[in-house]
T-cell receptor
Framework: QKEVEQDPGPLSVPEGAIVSLNCTYS??????FMWYRQYSRKGPELLMY????GNKEDGRFTAQVDKSSKYISLFIRDSQPSDSATYLC????????????FGQGTRLTINP | GAVVSQHPSWVICKSGTSVKIECRSL??????MFWYRQFPKQSLMLMAT?????????EQGVEKDKFLINHASLTLSTLTVTSAHPEDSSFYIC?????????????FGPGTRLTVL
């Protein structure tokens, strides 16, 4: 079993829709959770960074962490074609931890 | 966050040759850089942690003699793929851990696409 599971998609939605991206994990020691956006043939770009359980909002993006269920989500409101990319979740055990563990990534397409 | 560049952005080489990929931290002196490999439609897999002035730490299953890492300065780490074979074709991405940020996040370079013929 992988430490982090993420549905690879692809996920295709119309412009303006609310998008929900999710990851589950098995290691209860993870405390720091990240979402990266990766455009084709580019490096990942950090979108959201959260610590422990709760919600964090940044513009059209909301990250949720439910540690009791070992489940994290990224919501995108009013989705735009420019949001079309692969979204990777990542996590680590503590702030000083060197190693990030990534999900497989979900390919998202927003159709105009 | 830290600004990271990689060179070259893509490279094609013949089987058996060696290829060097550079990773530069442009605005931050990085004591630690990371090298990842990403196969098509798959996630990033950490290959090694590059430490300035000391030997790199390799992940289990990564051949240190095949993937040579040199972190000679606080702004430059290099990955050399020695005696490359077609199965080494992949997208190689480096990252820098930015201690200036609240959570010491990693910031990634744009990646280098290696194709071995």
């Amino acid at each position: 079993q992988k430490e982090v599971e993420q549905d690879p998609g692809p996920l295709s939605v119309p412009e303006g829709a609310i998008v929900s991206l999710n990851c589950t994990y098995s290691n209860s020691a993870f405390q720091y959770f990240m979402w990266y956006r990766q455009y084709s043939r580019k490096g990942p770009e950090l979108l959201m960074y959260t610590y422990s359980s709760g919600n964090k909002e940044d513009g059209r993006f909301t990250a949720q962490v439910d540690k009791s269920s070992k489940y994290i989500s990224l919501f995108i409101r009013d989705s735009q074609p420019s949001d079309s990319a692969t979204y990777l979740c990542a996590m680590k055990r503590d702030q000083g931890a060197q190693k990030l563990v990534f999900g497989q990534g979900t390919r998202l397409t927003i159709n105009p | 966050g830290a600004v990271v560049s990689q060179h070259p952005s893509w490279v094609i080489c013949k089987s058996g040759t060696s290829v060097k990929i550079e990773c530069r931290s442009l605005d931050f002196q990085a004591t630690t850089m990371f090298w990842y490999r990403q196969f098509p439609k798959q996630s990033l897999m950490l290959m090694a942690t590059s430490n300035e002035g000391s030997k790199a730490t390799y992940e289990q299953g990564v051949e240190k003699d095949k993937f040579l890492i040199n972190h000679a300065s606080l702004t430059l780490s290099t990955l050399t793929v020695t005696s490359a074979h077609p199965e080494d074709s992949s997208f190689y991405i480096c990252s820098v851990r930015d201690f200036r940020s609240s959570y010491n996040e990693q910031f990634f370079g744009p990646g280098t696409r290696l194709t071995v013929l």
